[in-house]
């Protein structure tokens, strides 16, 4: 695996000017290595630098046009008077090499370096975790990357975004990549739990602390011990509650309800909400204290609307996971794909996640169309396929419905008779006559409107419409 290495390599030979850059760097307390070009490739294979400085007067134009195709995301600053551009060049270190010259250009070494992220090779677990939240959406990327950054800390992290985004998803991400990974994972959701139960649910209480509690009980802070304690919909919390989930946060201690003993607590902190906290708090609905004491290391979630070409990749990810578990797998057309892309989705993956569980039901191992998706879902016209079915086939079809076992079709008796007279019928012309008086019938009922009168017949629309020409009939 790549590492990521805050040292500075100035790949020179021994000069008076190095000597005086070496110097400045010391000042500044930068990490920094002096090698040769034969030193440099064995190096940056496997690692990334802060920074890489060329002497140009030490090495040639070919090699730093090396050095720049063969390790694009390495940021490069240049010193010495002969002019090289590129990509990732920066800038030039120019003489007399001063303070706000020099931590400028490390500035932009910084920027460059989150910007262009190395193909770092990621472990199955973080694959895993990752797979969740997929996307090659910009806003999706950022919040791989912020996680992958506050992971290794014990920083108390604020989820924002709206409900169904996934917020939960990143705080087990956090989770299983921090050094915690072995300790428990405990959610709570604070907008769940009556605030009369909240504060036991969270510190536990003593037995006989309150009517019925009939023996001691630990809280979610004591379950979550050496691991992380994911607090849910942190903007539901009571006023009364949020004083003393402050004082947890910032000492590290606590007592169950009806107890007197202090206990002291390791617990990392993840909370989320798809609240406005700054105008809550503007409300007097949330205290500005607990607020900046959560929001150490904010991460919004991006809604699905913000990434709509992350679709057909969230489509792939919850389709497997449902043939995972066992309950079938279905595929989507091209267009119905293009379809769902079209959706607003005000209910996030969420809403997704329910609509391919759905679809699975429906169309077990099938192929999903456009027409075959939920009306609200259609954003692309497709005119519906129908069989055709010949004449003949339509008259087997009405004499099996007329003899099956299904609850029989009332006949009036007026126009048809109750039994075959012995001179016979005109089979054809019955059934054709009985149609008619049906379909009459349905449309009268249905104010005319075909497809209400096509569903009443249990046909489709174009079917009726069909039968409608055959009979020379018009719905007026």
Known sequence: ??????????VAEPSERVSRLCCIFEFLDEK?????????????RDSRFRALVIDTESVSAEFIKDVQSSIPWQPVLLIGSQEINGVNVLGTIEEPINYPQLTELLHFCQIY????????????????????????????????????????????????????TGKEVVARNIHYMSERRDGPFIPVNCGAIPPELLESELFGHEKGSFTGAISTRKGRFELAENGTLFLDEIGDMPLQMQVKLLRVLQEKVFERVGGSKTITTDVRVVAATHRDLETMIDKNEFREDLYYRLNVFPIEMPSLSERRDDVPLLLQELVSRVFNEGRGKIRFTQRAIESLKEHNWSGNVRELSNLVERLTILFPGGLVDVNDLPRKYRYIDVPEYSVEISEEQQERDALASIFSDDEPIEIPETRFPSELPPEGVNLKDLLAELEIDMIRQALEQQDNVVARAAEMLGIRRTTLVEKMRKYGMSKD
């Open 32 to 44: 920094h290595h002096l090698i040769s070009t034969d030193d440099l490739a064995p190096l940056t």
């Open 1 to 10: 695996m790549m590492q990521i290495e805050q040292r500075i390599l100035i």
């Open 113 to 164: 370096g989150q910007a262009k992220q190395p193909q770092i090779p990621t472990s199955a677990n973080q694959t895993k975790l990752f797979r969740s939240l997929v996307g090659r959406s910009e806003g999706i990327a950022n919040v791989r990357h912020l996680i992958s950054q506050v992971a290794t800390s014990d920083a108390t992290v604020l989820v924002l975004g709206q409900s169904g």
